[in-house]
């Protein structure tokens, strides 16, 4: 099968006034950025819907990643093309894709084979800048309050408690922990400090849960930066420079619209990874998506574990959403890691290990009905796996009752997906109003606890003296009625990155908690989970380059 990138130059994207007209978007709200990209002004969500039924919306989530690969965005991708094979008004609502994994271990995140966004090099690489103005925000920040100390530090910031951290939107385990101010006076004042990916950074997380403009200035308003000599804390506002930093976000807080191969419209917009941030597109992609189109698609990862779990608990709650329809995506290959099959192995057929890693897609279809939804159960199909070990996944989700297609949209494009698009049309009927994992009134532990045990299958948590430590500052500031954002390794279910399968017998351990106050949530760290990737020894970028066309290869 041709690459990625071959099967793309294949397709020539249809004119974005095309997709846009399709779903009846005024011209006075489209922002161009050349032929095949545009924004979409946030006073297109002030029009009257397009559509007469009910907007509904599906959630695709995954088993546990593996180095393997499950397709989530893929299946995302030609799910929608599916819908669209079949007369359906359909629109979808993805991340963007973070330049660190691009050129690091993941490469490209625009779907693959024949259920690609387009035009995926673009989207992968700048895009609109979306990325570089959340980064340039964040720093601009960072600044003032190193220059706000240089120059008097009128407000008693104590260096030492400094809780605001540089970013960057590229994976960089050198920048995770540095001394900025040396040498001499005039540089600054030397502290210890650090960086952060920017799909990790707060203002990432604000950006994709702020409803419009006046909600994102609040958000900023109201975002902790530090503690004062005398233990108070010190919020951005005071540092009068939040005007400033909007005048930086205002274009990236309108989403982007792109197309599929087949025309589907896409909104691609923010981009926050699931294990060390919430893991959703932005709030307003998804309304914007779901005011245009009767059906919207839109993911959670990595796996349901993490980014679902955040989408249920953190974004649904905030955005008053409720998905009408949940896909798990998992693979044979996938399973088979699970239950101890090596990599390089996955081609030949071994139903024994594929028994062995069913305990993975056990647990998550139990998470899935912990918010009182059923799953279709989506196995995306690859060349080397058997008929009998397709049968026996097909065999355990009907033991669990569950519906479950055989996709091959990677290879078929949308038509590989029409059985799963029909079984999910089938499956709202099944779906009754989720239900939160925890109450906003419980105590910060035992919100932890709630999600270590029902998601992850621990048997309870321990803190260390800095979480400890941590946890009495947040209740100190009255912030312990937020909810929680769990950042943990996302190949396991639990917070050793080594323990695969269905993990049993474990515990949790809390490292550390940190008030994301813009946000609205508390960032719950884990195990030895850092916000700061770093590159692989061999990274994506050594396959990259730019032919004497112009053309990017080896970006997939």
Not at 376 to 385: E, G, K, L, P, Q
Not at 451 to 470: H, L, P, S, W
Request: hydrophobic residues 40%.
């Amino acid at each position: 099968m041709p690459s990625d990138i071959e099967i793309a130059k294949q397709f020539s994207p249809r004119p974005i006034d095309e997709i846009a007209d399709a779903l009846k978007i005024d011209p006075a709200h489209r922002m161009h950025y050349g032929r095949d990209i545009c924004k979409v002004d946030l006073k297109a969500l002030k029009q009257p819907r397009t559509q007469e039924g009910k907007a509904r919306l599906i959630l695709v989530s995954a088993t546990t990643p593996t180095a393997s690969g499950e397709g989530k965005t893929t299946t995302t991708i030609g799910l929608g093309e599916a819908f669209t094979q079949l007369g359906e008004s359909v629109c979808l609502a993805l991340r963007e894709p973070s330049l660190g994994p691009c050129l690091g271990m993941k490469g490209g995140a625009t779907g693959g084979g024949y259920s690609q966004i387009m035009p995926a090099d673009r989207i992968n690489l700048h895009f609109t800048g979306d990325f570089h103005a959340i980064t340039s925000a964040n720093n601009l920040l960072s600044a003032s309050i190193d220059n706000h100390i240089f120059h008097g530090n009128p407000l008693g910031i104590d260096p030492r408690q400094i809780v605001w951290r540089r970013v960057m939107d590229m994976n960089d385990r050198s920048l995770r922990h540095i001394v900025v101010g040396l040498g001499g006076k005039g540089q600054g004042i030397p502290r210890e400090g650090g960086f952060d990916i920017t799909a990790a950074s707060e203002v990432m997380a604000m950006l994709c849960l702020a409803s419009d403009a006046d909600d994102l200035q609040q958000r900023l308003d109201r975002t902790l930066v530090a503690y004062s000599y005398q233990g108070e804390p010190v919020y951005a506002r005071q540092l009068k420079i939040t005007g400033a930093m909007m005048a930086l976000l205002r274009d990236a807080l309108h989403p982007n619209l792109v197309q599929c191969f087949g025309g589907t419209p896409a909104f691609v917009h923010g981009g926050p990874f699931a294990n060390i941030a919430h893991g959703c597109n932005s709030l307003v992609a998804t309304r914007m998506a779901m005011q245009y189109a009767e059906w919207t698609i839109t993911e959670a990862g990595f796996g349901f574990d993490l980014g679902a779990e955040k989408f249920f608990d953190i974004k649904c709650r905030l955005g008053e959403l409720d998905p009408d329809a949940v896909v798990l995506v998992t693979t044979v290959r996938a399973l088979k890691m699970h239950g101890g099959k090596a990599r390089a192995d996955l081609a030949c057929e071994d139903i024994e290990a594929l028994h062995l890693g069913l305990g993975n897609l056990d647990k998550h279809i139990e998470s899935v009905q912990h918010f009182n939804k059923y799953p279709v159960v989506a196995i995306n199909r690859f060349a080397t796996d058997s008929d009998e070990e397709v049968a026996v996944i097909q065999q355990r989700c009907q033991q669990h009752g569950v519906a479950c297609a055989l996709t091959t949209h990677h290879a078929d494009g949308g038509k590989g997906a029409v059985e799963l698009a029909r079984l999910v049309m089938a499956s709202i009927d099944n779906n009754r109003p989720f239900i939160p994992l925890y109450g906003l009134d419980l105590p910060i532990l035992e919100k932890i606890r709630a999600v270590c045990r029902q998601m992850y299958g621990a048997d309870d948590i321990a803190f260390t003296r800095q979480a400890e430590k941590d946890l009495r500052q947040i209740e100190q500031l009255g912030l312990a009625e937020l909810p929680i954002c769990i950042a943990k390794a996302p190949s396991s279910l639990s917070d050793d990155p080594l323990l695969h399968g269905r993990p049993r017998d474990f515990e949790v351990t809390i490292r550390n908690l940190h008030v994301n106050s813009g946000a609205g949530f508390i960032v719950v760290l884990t195990g030895d989970i850092m916000r700061m990737p770093g590159l692989p020894k061999t990274p994506a970028a050594e396959r990259m380059r730019v032919n004497a066309d112009g053309v990017i290869d080896g970006l997939e």
